[in-house]
């Protein structure tokens, strides 16, 4: 079983910026495609960004896009995600998930795809 540990969230004012890693066990982390979703209270766990298993393409949320930047570094099997310009509605606790097959890109913003998730961490962004 392959665990997913995130760490970086924390209370930040908006505007500001947090940079999350997600620390991957095992040898298979570069054959996996990678997300991060995020969580609201009361609302659905709704898709951030992805990254292919290679970490040439890259898939943002529309909300997000131009702010966050998902990126990968196999050799430490992690990944990021950088979150620029912090607005309240960003708030929530952001998980990180792992696709092992590493395959059909286009259903990488699918909750379903994913086979691992982290345990989530929370970013709280103050008006």
């Known amino acids: 079983q392959v665990q997913l540990v995130e760490s970086g969230g924390g209370l930040v004012q908006a505007g500001a910026s947090v940079r999350l890693a997600c620390a991957a066990s095992?040898?298979?982390?570069?054959?996996?495609?990678m997300g991060w979703f995020r969580q609201a209270p009361g609302k659905e766990r709704e898709f951030v960004a992805a990254?292919?298993?290679?970490?040439?393409?890259?898939n943002y949320a529309d909300s997000v896009k131009g702010r966050f930047t998902i990126s990968r570094d196999n050799a430490k099997n992690t990944v990021y995600l950088q979150l620029n310009s912090l607005k309240p509605e960003d708030t929530g606790i952001y998980y990180c998930?792992?696709?092992?097959?590493?395959?059909?890109?286009?259903?990488?913003?699918?909750?379903?795809?994913?086979?691992?998730w982290g345990q989530g961490t929370q970013v709280t962004v103050s008006a």
């Open positions: 990254i292919v298993r290679s970490g040439i393409t890259t």
């Open positions: 998930a792992a696709d092992r097959q590493g395959s059909n890109w286009a259903l990488a913003t699918k909750r379903e795809r994913y086979d691992y």
């Open positions: 095992g040898r298979m982390f570069s054959s996996y495609n």
